[in-house]
């Protein structure tokens, strides 16, 4: 019978997933403090994007604030959809230089 051996080579993975499972199993113990934290973060990221719009409004960056405020927002909301808004931000310009 072959056993299985753990790799080093996968210890992010591995690391990772026992991060998910002990978040997840705090998360299960105490719902309510996790929604109170998530509700502290939103609304602590809700309002550095409103200080932002009014810091872009105030410097008058033209058509530049438009960009770099869908970006901050996308950042701070969904670190992931950052990398959409650069995509998508970037085939704008590439068409606009056609």
């Known amino acids: 019978m072959k056993t299985m051996k753990l790799s080093g080579r996968y210890f992010?993975?591995?690391?990772?997933?026992?991060?998910?499972?002990?978040?997840?199993?705090?998360?299960?113990?105490?719902?309510?403090?996790?929604?109170?934290?998530?509700?502290?973060?939103?609304?602590?990221?809700s309002e550095l994007v409103e200080m932002t719009n009014r810091a872009a409004r105030a410097a008058d960056f033209g058509d530049v604030?438009?960009?770099?405020?869908?970006?901050h927002a996308a950042s701070l909301f969904m670190p992931s959809a950052l990398f959409a808004s650069v995509r998508k931000?970037?085939?704008?310009?590439?068409?606009?230089?056609?």
């Open 89 to 98: 931000e970037l085939r704008k310009v590439s068409r606009g230089m056609r």
């Open 65 to 71: 604030s438009e960009v770099i405020l869908t970006l």
């Open 12 to 45: 992010y993975i591995y690391a990772f997933t026992a991060f998910i499972f002990g978040f997840a199993f705090m998360v299960g113990l105490n719902t309510s403090a996790a929604t109170r934290g998530m509700k502290a973060l939103s609304e602590d990221a």
